[in-house]
């Protein structure tokens, strides 16, 4: 693992700068290519990323937890006015796939932060 000064960064600083999609170990260099597909090698520190922190199917778990619950809160709130079922589905198939098209890309930032701040990559050592 490569530093980016005297010391890594802390746990929390690497899940923080994975949060905002930038590269865990300097917080310059961008962490994804495009929308889910993450760099090779950081730009500006060169620290390998690309395919050693594999987020399986923890992120798919993760995002699926928030939306359904902000899915059951709209469903709850929606039916304590007494809004029509199809009103609702109009509202809330919309609210499901945005949020969680929002969603993945900070959550697998923030997992790929996690591993790196723990030196969990799926190299074989």
């Known amino acids: 693992m490569k530093t980016f000064g005297t010391h890594p960064p802390s746990s929390g600083t690497a899940i923080k700068r994975g949060l ?13 290519r495009r929308y889910l597909d993450p760099v090779e090698t950081c ?16 992120l798919p ?23 029509n079922p199809l009103m609702s589905l109009i509202i809330l198939v919309p609210v499901t796939l945005i949020a969680s098209l929002l969603l993945l890309p900070p959550v697998k930032g923030l997992l790929i932060g996690l591993l790196w701040s723990r030196d969990l990559s799926d190299e074989q050592r």
């Open 20 to 32: 905002v999609g930038r590269c865990p170990n300097c917080g310059q260099g961008k962490l994804y």
């Open 61 to 83: 778990l993760i995002v699926i937890t928030v939306v359904g619950h902000i899915l059951v809160f709209g469903l709850l709130e929606l039916s304590r006015h007494e809004v």
């Open 43 to 58: 730009d500006v520190c060169g620290e390998q990323l690309g395919g050693r922190y594999q987020v399986g199917l923890l």
